[in-house]
């Protein structure tokens, strides 16, 4: 079955540091996104990407963040100036299509990168 | 925005029990999935469940849209079950990003 690989499994960075994670998508996906979970918490969103743009962002996605898709099949997502309050796993998803357009369908995550920001 | 919320929070139970896990959501949903995040983090996907009862092996799951909410269910428990189970729902209002519930922490003992 397909899968969508991130990179790194584990890092640990410097505060006021740049991070970088990045995901490769099953290769037929169109939309790409970006969630995290700070430990102990639940998942939250923070960027749906389509098209070569962001299509929605959350209050979290602030101007610290930023996602790139460098190459027909990279995803990734930069922290400019890493945070302690940073620290948590992102996880990377894609879809073929967009679920509200067929019901019956979903996302596919990563396994995720934990990011430990000392 | 639409509030998903998870019961219970935490579940012990002993090898071979059954249980149910309830996720009920405030709004009109047009998708639903159930996940398995195991003690290694990792988001396993269960079951894509908007609307009616889907089975795969141990677990099953039901959804009453029009009721706003949606059950899982594990029968003869394993070890291997163990992990935060989070249901995640897409709205009908023209977004497609998923919103998580709080999750529910199953342990389940030999």
């Known amino acids: 079955e397909p899968e969508v690989t991130q990179t790194p499994s584990h890092q640990v960075t410097q505060m006021g540091q740049e991070v970088i994670l990045r995901c490769v998508p099953i290769?037929?996906?169109?939309?790409f996104y970006w969630y995290r979970q700070i430990l102990g918490q639940k998942v939250e969103f923070l960027v749906s990407f389509y098209n070569n743009e962001i299509s929605e962002k959350s209050e979290i996605f602030d101007d610290q963040f930023s996602v790139e898709r460098p190459d027909g099949s990279n995803f990734t997502l930069k922290i400019r100036s890493t945070k302690l309050e940073d620290s948590a796993m992102y996880f990377c998803?894609?879809?073929?299509?967009?679920?509200?357009?067929?019901?019956?369908?979903?996302?596919?995550f990563g396994s995720g990168t934990r990011l430990t920001v000392v | 925005g639409i509030q998903v919320e998870q019961s219970p929070p935490d579940l012990i139970l002993q090898e071979g029990a059954n249980s149910t896990l309830r996720c009920n959501f405030s709004?009109?949903?047009?998708?639903l999935q159930w996940f398995h995040q195991n003690p290694w983090g990792q988001l396993i996907n269960l079951f894509y469940?908007?609307?009616g009862t889907k089975q795969n092996g141990r677990l099953s799951a039901t959804t009453v849209a029009t009721e706003r909410y949606s059950l899982l269910y594990i029968s003869s428990s394993q070890t291997t079950d163990s992990g935060v189970y989070f249901c995640a729902v897409v709205t009908n209002f023209g977004n497609e990003k998923l919103t998580f519930g709080t999750g529910t922490r199953l342990t389940i003992i030999p």
């Open positions: 290769s037929n996906h169109l939309y």
């Open positions: 709004d009109s949903v047009n998708n």
């Open positions: 998803a894609s879809s073929e299509f967009l679920p509200l357009t067929i019901p019956d369908y979903g996302y596919t």
């Open positions: 469940i908007p609307s």
